[in-house]
């Protein structure tokens, strides 16, 4: 492994082509690759996102390397949003291509299928639903969960979703609030219904505000006057399926890493973690998630010290802890 811009107790960040540096990974030695590539938009970005009629592709020459590196118990987990056809209000199909290609021709299976509702994201696209108000605005991003073999590693314990009002009322006095039945659709809810399991198993919808404003990164990249990635997911979304998917020391690989939030989950929940991405100014602004208490000048070396090619380490810095929310 090659052009490492800066490392920490658990993982390191790489600066290179992410299909290069994935050619050079050994076969079935990662655990769970999870990314968000720039994704088939019909205006260009300054992130570089490819035309629609290229993307499909594309991605899956990456895709292809990954099914390689990915241990038979491993997953990949890829987030994609929608988009329309230029000049109409149409829907286009890239991310279902993907999805249909990666399954018939790359051999992956589509393990689950989840849709990531960002309540936050502003009404789009401005023509079909601000201006000519024909279109619901678009707030639901597609999340392929592939997996290699038919039974990956998995465990929905680890990512209860907290009981409803409802629930906690029954758990309370089950025999008062609850009757065990068969239900009208032929289901036979038993009396285990009212045990208390720790949490509620989650949906595959998962409701997950963007809205990041004040954190680690922002603040930094705001006191260095540099600017920050456009493109950011939360913190809630590599995290999820971070302790759906994997276990303490399993290897997470992000090959689009942007800001590095994959990265920092990572590391708070004790994961190896490699992430890659080619954009010299995000790698470099991507460290300033793992530094605290540091003062600006100290802060303003690391970053100059990455941009000027040099290797840092930033494991002795205070470690990250995701935000209780």
Not at 170 to 182: A, D, G, M, R, W
Not at 195 to 218: Q, V
């Amino acid at each position: 492994m090659k052009n490492i811009a800066y490392t920490t107790k658990f993982g390191k960040c790489v600066l290179d082509d992410s299909l290069d540096e994935l050619k050079r990974m050994d076969t079935e030695s990662v655990d769970l690759v999870i990314t968000s590539p720039p994704f088939a938009l019909l205006r260009v970005k300054e992130y570089g996102n490819l035309a629609q009629d290229e993307y499909v592709e594309w991605l899956a020459g990456f895709a292809k390397e990954v099914h390689r590196v990915l241990k038979p118990t491993g997953s990949f987990v890829l987030d994609l949003g929608g988009a329309y056809q230029r000049g109409k209000p149409i829907r286009s199909l890239y991310n279902y291509e993907v999805l249909i290609k990666f399954c018939k021709e790359l051999n992956f299976n589509l393990a689950e299928e989840f849709f990531w509702f960002n309540p936050a994201k502003l009404p789009s696209p401005i023509e079909w639903v601000n201006k000519r108000k024909i279109r619901a605005k678009d707030s639901v991003n597609t999340v392929w969960w592939f997996s290699k073999s038919d039974f990956p590693k998995a465990n929905v314990s680890n990512v209860l979703s907290p009981y409803s009002e409802r629930m906690k009322k029954l758990l309370t006095s089950k025999e008062k609030y609850y009757t065990p039945k068969l239900r009208p659709s032929g289901h036979d809810i038993s009396s285990n219904f009212g045990n208390d399991n720790g949490g509620a198993i989650p949906s595959n919808l998962l409701s997950i505000s963007n809205s990041e404003s004040n954190s680690m990164y922002l603040r930094h990249c705001k006191e260095l006057e540099i600017k920050s990635h456009p493109a950011r997911f939360p913190a809630k979304l590599p995290e999820f399926f971070i302790k759906f998917l994997t276990d303490k020391d399993d290897l997470v690989v992000d090959i689009f890493s942007g800001s590095n939030t994959t990265g920092y989950v990572a590391e708070s929940l004790q994961r190896k973690w490699i992430a890659i991405d080619n954009d010299m100014s995000y790698v470099a602004a991507s460290a300033l998630r793992f530094i605290n208490g540091l003062g600006k000048e100290s802060t303003k070396k690391i970053y100059k010290d990455i941009t000027d090619g040099k290797k840092v380490d930033i494991s002795k810095y205070e470690p990250p802890v995701l935000p209780v929310e």
